[in-house]
Every structure is written in structure tokens, then in C-alpha cells.
């Protein structure tokens, strides 16, 4: 008797969410996919300073170069406890040493700031003191994930606007929203313009001759923010 009964609820559990699933697929609803994007600026640009000995005119020593790149950062008021990091050597960028005795000449940072007027000024100001082995590693922007959030949701209020504009001429209303899904959402990386965004880049004097005093004018290509959803609505 205890399995009959088992079985029969059982039985009825499964019509039940059967029942459910037929309900869904009986009501009429319409299904519309929507997308919106946005540019932003990029907040977040990485440098990759390397100080090599061998690399400047003068032969200065490794230590002598690093002194003369923290007086520079220093003088744009950059907070270099927050913002410069020495990169380990046995990271990725190791490739950059060629032999044993390489270590010992040279002295790799990575250096955080904010905007491309920062990246022409320091880089302008590191040519100055013979330090020109300088490149822009990666960009970002600080805050994607809430802009990634808020696009998915205009997304989904440009779906259902998409609907009721669709519904419309046949004098009917959308009601509520009975699946949603989140097809796409992606940033893509932006480009210095004219040039990928991880391009070597050996002097300012190279590119603007006897302006290589000034600071460069570095412009950055907007970064692209997108989202995709596909939404289905009742049809009341």
C-alpha cells in the first residue's frame, strides 16, 4: 500500500508539472531580442616600464634610471605606493631577458594611471632622462561590471519596448515577462589610435623630434560596452 501510494503521488506530481508545461506553451507570447551598447574611456591604462642600462645614451646604471623614472612620477603627484609594482622576473615578461647576466641590468614596473594625458606626460618625461622603453601593456575601465549590468537592463527595457511596438497594430497588450535570457554581454578592448594597445613604443623624440620635451598626445579609442537579451512576453 505504502509503494502504491508513492506511485500514485508520483504520478501526480509529473501530470501536475506537466500540466504547468503545457500552460506555459498554450499562452500566446511573443519573442524579441534586443540589443544596446555604449563607448566609454578608458580609467585604467597599464605602462611597462623597463629599465636597462644598455638602452640609454649615457650608459647610466639601472639604479640611476630608476632614480631619475620615481623623481619623474613624483613630480606628476602619482601615488606610486598604489600605482607602481616591480614585476617579478619569472612572470611572463622574462622573455625580455636574453642571457644570465641580463638580470642583473635590468628592472621592469608596471605602472597604473588614469588617462591619456598622464601616459603623454610620463612618457615625455622618462624620454627626458634617457628612459624610453616604454609601452602601453593593457587598458581598462574600472568600472565594467556595473556598466555591464545597467546595459543588460536597458536591454531588456529596449525588449520590451521592441514588443509592445510590435503588438501594436493588432490593438493588444504585452503583459509580463515569462523567460529572459542573457545572450551577450561583452566588452571590447579599445586600441591607441592607429596602433594595438600593447605596441612598444622606444621615445618620444622618435615620433616628435625636437617637440619630444612636450608631452605626448597620446589619444586612446573609446571602449565598447555591449549586451544581447532575448526576452518572451505574454500576449494579453
Known sequence: MKNIGICILFGFLSLQAFGQSKNFIDQPFLE????????????????????NEE???NRKSTEELEASMLQVLNSLKIDL???????????????????GQKILKTKMYSLIVNDAQTVGKVMAGLERKEISNVSINKTQY??????????????????KQNAEKMVEPL??????????????????????????????IRGASSIYGNRASKPMIIDFEKMKFSSKVNVKFIIE
Open 32 to 51: 524579441t531580442v534586443a540589443e544596446v551598447d555604449t563607448l566609454v574611456v578608458p580609467d585604467k591604462i597599464h605602462l611597462l616600464i623597463i629599465l
Open 55 to 57: 638602452d640609454n645614451r
Open 81 to 99: 605606493e598604489k600605482n607602481l609594482s616591480v614585476l617579478d622576473y619569472s612572470s611572463d615578461f622574462k622573455k625580455y631577458f636574453l642571457g
Open 142 to 159: 574600472s568600472k565594467s561590471e556595473q556598466l555591464l549590468l545597467n546595459l543588460k537592463a536597458k536591454a531588456i527595457l529596449k525588449a
Open 171 to 200: 490593438n493588444q497588450k504585452i503583459g509580463k515577462a515569462i523567460y529572459i535570457s542573457d545572450l551577450e554581454s561583452k566588452s571590447i578592448t579599445n586600441q591607441l589610435k592607429g596602433k594595438v594597445a600593447g605596441l612598444q
